[in-house]
């Protein structure tokens, strides 16, 4: 019982392989991008672990519960309660704070309520989403977006003319119109510039009020109300539904509500303290200064929240967020930042015997975070739970007390159990993951000269953010590394740099891309068109016969390639469609053969076997104006070669997105690019094939600025900025800028003594 046992898992690449995990100990799993780490650890094991938690409920309730469906492995034994933990930004939701995502404003709220002065209500009167608690003019949002007038009424017209309001149910003739129309108010034929100033303060800003003596046609109960009032009371909380897109069209700027200063809160709450303090003022406090406030709290009303809340706000300081504030929009926060927020509750919980699932916890983290996350990871696991962990850190696979390394390759090349054992027997294996371990780390000036800047871009006065007016030469014509912890400053120096000296730089970043479910490399590239007309022009046929978006589809399934069964309360029914076998295409589409192969097999191929395809077809790989060849060749550079053509652009991570991206640029000349930390999910064999596209692209004349964490990277770097010292408030200064040779001498750098260490220990 104290191994988690697979038997014969195939879940994507995964080539019916069979393993045991040691349980209450850390496991690491690594190997190439692709390789089939997440297909194992996430796709495998964690989602066999909530299938079959959802069984246990009633199939009642399971119709309110995540779907997971049944992963291709034949068995595991002695699997536990499985907590994933990935790298998934919270949904984007304007009410949604970090405070109120890690339930510290409710503790919060509940101790103004008992120990602040003067009392003013129980605990649901410092909630900005009560009524009894939010700030009147802005509803608990902190912001205010206007409504623009003149977008929405035309002044140059009168009453009787066809649209003077420009709203669905104010168009000339409709009920709202109407409301002025035969108020008796009004001049039908006056131009509304023409109104006198009562008149136009009765049209715009009247609250409800009843008519004495109103016309005939006027309904009896009635009232009449001014158009600003209506529209705010009735219109644009609710955005009436399809409309909600011309209720934007009509709104002014957002800015922040004059009455609250995005507190969000109410003055009654507000005027309630604690220390000289009110709450909105303590959720506005980086997160190490709410500790030092709440540990000040003297009242013998206090001790029991006091130690609660004491216990979540340093969780989230020890795991390296002690830089964000509780008031900060959960949409604002990166993908690392919201899986540490979720390590930290869970440090806390009094769950044992669990098995926590995490995702590359060291995304976006500077190695001085690193040791913060070594020592919550080993809290969770001496608390008696399983630790697995898909990650490529040096640092955090060092720790580990077990690794599995899975290979040779990526794609179909990988899906292999290729180690199994310590740290130091992974050292001194033979697998690609141990030959990099071992390599050695050097500065690039020991191996091929710096680059000399053609030139700088002066940056001054950098205020955005955090940033304290800052002034910094970036150099033009080189690689340049952006450093710094997280939270430092990095991105909105970046920021700053493209908004007001290169607007046309290209940044290429994690976020999303544009992507939905019929996304694939294919279609993102533009050369899934070419394919179908090869395949037309082979043929004598219409494209569109090789779109199972179009007249390819399959008729049973509609180019889904699955049917979905309903189940009523219980989980749906997936099933491979019996006709098309999975292809997505019509048997009609099928038939037709391009150099022997049907659509369906040509785009289930990958880039490396696509592109070798088309090669030996001796077809131009260019047509319809998209340069075919270069493209699948440009995705190979990128290390992205495993990908199919027809893999869905959801499946893939935001690394891989990220390099996708980076693909469809590659071809240009002479520009700047800025990558946001573009090593993130890397193998350090990946780190290396990108470095040397990299340094290809900065010696074909272009400018690249890369936010990066990587000490690897920066080692090669001809040129480093560093922010700092810290991160949020503590941040935001320029630390350093040179050659990473002489950032190792800076004394005030915070990169620098971590940078010193790993080439040491590479010697």
């Known amino acids: 019982m104290d191994r988690i046992k697979i038997f014969h898992a195939c879940e994507n690449n995964l080539k019916d392989i069979s393993l ?46 995540p779907k997971y469906g049944r992963p291709k492995v034949e068995r595991i034994e002695n699997l536990p309660v499985t907590i994933l933990i990935e790298q998934k930004k919270p949904s984007p939701n304007s009410r949604s704070t970090v405070g109120t995502y890690t339930d510290i404003y409710a503790l919060l709220r509940l101790l103004f309520s008992r120990v602040g002065k003067p009392f003013i209500g129980y605990s649901d009167c410092f909630s900005f989403n009560h009524p009894a608690g939010s700030c009147p003019r802005c509803g608990g949002l902190g912001t205010v977006t206007d409504l623009d007038i003149h977008k929405l009424v035309d002044f140059d017209k009168c009453l009787n003319d066809v649209d003077v309001i420009h709203f669905p149910t104010f168009t000339t003739g409709a009920w709202r119109w109407k409301r002025y129309a035969y108020s008796g108010l009004f ?38 109300e001014g158009i600003y009032p209506r529209m705010y009371r009735s219109i644009i909380p609710t955005k009436e539904g399809k409309r909600q897109k011309k209720v934007l069209d009509l709104m002014a700027c957002t800015t922040v509500c004059p009455e609250c200063h995005g507190t969000r809160v109410n003055a009654r709450v507000r005027s309630c303290l604690i220390n000289g303090r009110n709450i909105a003022e ?18 013998p009303l206090a001790p029991d929240l006091k130690e609660e809340l004491y216990k979540r706000l340093k969780a989230l300081e020890e795991i390296g967020l002690g830089y964000i504030s509780l008031s900060r929009a959960t949409g604002t926060l990166s993908g690392g930042e919201a899986q540490r927020i979720k390590i930290a509750k869970y440090i806390n919980s009094a769950l044992t015997d669990m098995a926590y699932v995490l995702d590359e916890p060291s995304a976006g983290l500077h190695p001085q975070d690193i040791s913060r996350m070594q020592a919550s990871l080993r809290g969770l696991r001496d608390h008696g739970n399983s630790v697995m962990i898909v990650e490529h850190n040096r640092d955090i696979i060092s720790m580990a007390d077990h690794i599995v390394d899975v290979g040779p390759a990526a794609g179909s090349h990988g899906g292999e159990i290729m180690f199994q054992g310590d740290y130091e027997g992974l050292l001194s294996s033979a697998t690609v993951t141990g030959r990099m371990l071992r390599q050695h780390i050097a500065l690039k000036d020991e191996e091929s000269p710096l680059r000399t800047p053609s030139g700088f871009f002066h940056v001054e006065h950098a205020t955005l953010h955090n940033l304290k007016d800052v002034a910094v030469d970036l150099p033009k014509g080189v690689l340049t590394v952006i450093a710094g912890v997280a939270g430092s400053g990095k991105s909105s120096l970046m920021e700053y740099f493209q908004t007001n000296y290169c607007p046309e730089a290209v940044f290429i970043g994690q976020k999303d891309i544009g992507i939905n479910m019929r996304s694939t490399p294919a279609t993102y590239l533009g050369i899934s068109d070419t394919i179908r007309l090869l395949f037309a022009k082979e043929n004598g046929v219409s494209s569109q016969l ?14 889904k390639g699955i049917i979905v069964s309903d189940m009523a309360f219980m989980e749906s029914i997936e099933t491979v469609c019996d006709v ?43 047509g319809n104006g998209v340069l075919f060849g270069p493209r699948l060749q440009s995705l190979m550079k990128v290390g992205l070669g495993y990908l199919h053509l027809n893999q869905a652009m959801t499946t893939l991570s935001g690394g891989e997105l990220q390099r996708v991206k980076l693909a469809s640029q590659l071809y240009r000349r002479g ?16 780190v290396r094939k990108l470095l040397d596209l990299f340094n290809e692209m900065t010696d074909s004349g272009n400018t690249l600025y890369l936010i990066e964490h990587s000490l690897d990277v920066m080692a090669q770097a001809d040129y480093i900025v560093e922010i700092g010292p810290g991160g949020g408030d503590d941040g935001g200064e320029l630390i350093f800028s040179g050659t990473p040779r002489s950032m190792l001498s800076c004394a005030g750098s915070v990169t620098a003594p971590f940078l010193r260490a790993a080439l040491d220990n590479s010697q």
Not at 594 to 620: K, L, P, Q
């Open 20 to 65: 045991e995990i040691p349980k209450k100990r850390i496991t690491v799993f690594t190997g190439v991008s692709g390789s089939g780490k997440t297909s194992l650890c996430l796709d495998t094991i964690a989602a066999e672990s909530r299938r079959e938690l959802n069984d246990t409920f009633p199939s009642f309730v399971q119709q309110y519960l």
């Open 187 to 224: 001049d039908l034929d006056k131009k509304i510039r023409n109104y006198s100033r009562e008149e136009l303060d009765l049209f715009l800003y009247s609250p409800q009020v009843k008519l004495k003596d109103p016309p005939p046609n006027w309904p009896k109960s009635a009232k009449f």
């Open 282 to 299: 303590v959720v506005d406090m980086p997160i190490s200064e709410a500790v030092r406030f709440v540990a000040s709290v003297e009242d």
């Open 546 to 559: 090789f779109s199972f978006n179009s007249l390819g589809a399959c008729p049973a399934c509609k180019g």
């Open 580 to 622: 098309c076998h999975g292809t997505r295409y019509s048997g009609e589409a099928l038939k037709y053969k391009f150099h022997g192969r049907n659509i369906a097999e040509v785009m289930d191929m990958s880039v490396e076997e696509a592109y070798d395809f088309f090669m030996a077809a001796r077809v131009s790989l260019s």
């Open 671 to 686: 520009d700047v690019f800025i990558l946001d930390e573009p090593t993130d999910g890397l193998h350090l064999d990946d």
